[in-house]
């Protein structure tokens, strides 16, 4: 699949922080995504690392989950995105990638777009949920 994404900057608003699992349906042409890279889109370090961090990718596949990722705002761990994630995992059971990536979006001001219902129960999470 070729990625020749271009950034349009024709909707503004709210800054909006992509899951996981929305590179992957992009990647993998399972749900109609494109348009939410067409607002300067945000990753959390989380996500970068579970796209690249695949075992047994082709140097095919590597190049474009790298232009993927290149295009994508990575947005940094911070000390107050983990006191965030440590306070979520505290009070919700949820995989730690998954507090982060919402401590991410809490932190940031950001709206988490995702298809995992899962994030639904995390208070103050501006969440836009795909269905897939």
Known sequence: MAWSIKKKYAISGNNLLLDTNIIIYALKGLADVRPYFDI????????????????????AEIKIRETVTEYCSIVPLTNKIKQRAILLKRAIKIPVPDAIIAATAIENGFTLVTADKGFKRIPNLSLILIAV
Request: proline share 5%; no cysteine.
């Open 40 to 59: 300067e889109p945000y990753i959390s370090v989380i996500t970068e690392i579970e796209i690249l961090g695949v075992k047994a990718l082709s140097d």
